[in-house]
């Protein structure tokens, strides 16, 4: 079966550069997640998107920004990289109904690191 | 607002011995509990989910989960642990079937001995 699918899997990146990490949900999922893990730490919640909305916003810096495009893939555009933006990114999808209703099903991340 | 705990930061266990793994939760509305085990270098992989119903919750991989309101808990259970097992394990709540985001706890490193 079809995963999330984020691109690219591994990005380095220098101080104040711009990255952009792409993620394409599961085929008919209508809900994109973006989490931040730092080292040794549980993911947070960065910003979510349903049917091409933004639905909830968790702790997003404002250097952050984050769109779903009308094919449902969503991109994460970080601007000014600090050295503290080094975590692994995860997208997550969902669709909002059925038996799956709920149920994020993760991408294997971006790992990003700022040097 | 929503939280997550998990109290333990390493649960070490033998194989073929029974393991727990702990959480608690905090919703202002009806919790949605799931867990997620994150392998290294992997995304994180869904085990199994609480919203309704039975409070005894079956999941992937033989594991399951007992949602126990009056305690606010949702603990990770597993009757024979595996080698295998051995990996990084999330409890995480939503408020509710509209909230837009998964809180999650801190992780739980579980480490199984042969």
């Known amino acids: 079966a079809a995963g999330v699918i984020q691109s690219p899997r591994h990005l380095i990146k220098e101080k104040r550069e711009t990255a952009t990490l792409k993620c394409y949900p599961i085929p008919r999922h209508d809900t994109v997640y973006w989490y931040q893990q730092g080292p040794g730490q549980d993911p947070q919640f960065l910003i979510s998107?349903?049917?091409?909305?933004?639905?909830d916003k968790g702790s997003i810096p404002d250097r952050f920004s984050a769109q779903q495009f009308s094919d449902y893939h969503s991109e994460l555009n970080m601007s000014s990289l600090e050295l503290g933006d080094s975590a692994l990114y995860f997208c997550a999808s969902s669709l909002n109904s059925g038996a799956t209703k709920n149920i994020q099903y993760f991408g294997a991340g971006t790992r990003l690191s700022v040097l | 607002a929503q939280s997550v705990a998990q109290p333990e930061d390493q649960v070490n266990v033998a194989e073929g011995n029974p393991l727990t793994v702990k959480c608690t939760y905090s919703?202002?509305?009806?919790?949605?509990l799931f867990w997620y085990v994150q392998y290294p270098n992997r995304g994180l992989q869904f085990l199994l989910k609480y919203i309704t119903g039975d409070n005894l919750v079956k999941g992937s991989y033989g594991f399951e989960a007992e949602f126990n309101k009056s305690q606010t808990s949702f603990h990770l259970k597993k009757p024979s642990a595996l080698v295998s097992d051995s990996a990084l394990y999330f409890c995480a709540v939503r408020d509710g079937p509209n909230a837009g985001k998964s809180t999650f706890g801190d992780g739980t490193t579980l480490t199984v001995k042969p």
């Open positions: 919703v202002s509305g009806n919790p949605y």
């Open positions: 998107f349903y049917e091409k909305m933004q639905s």
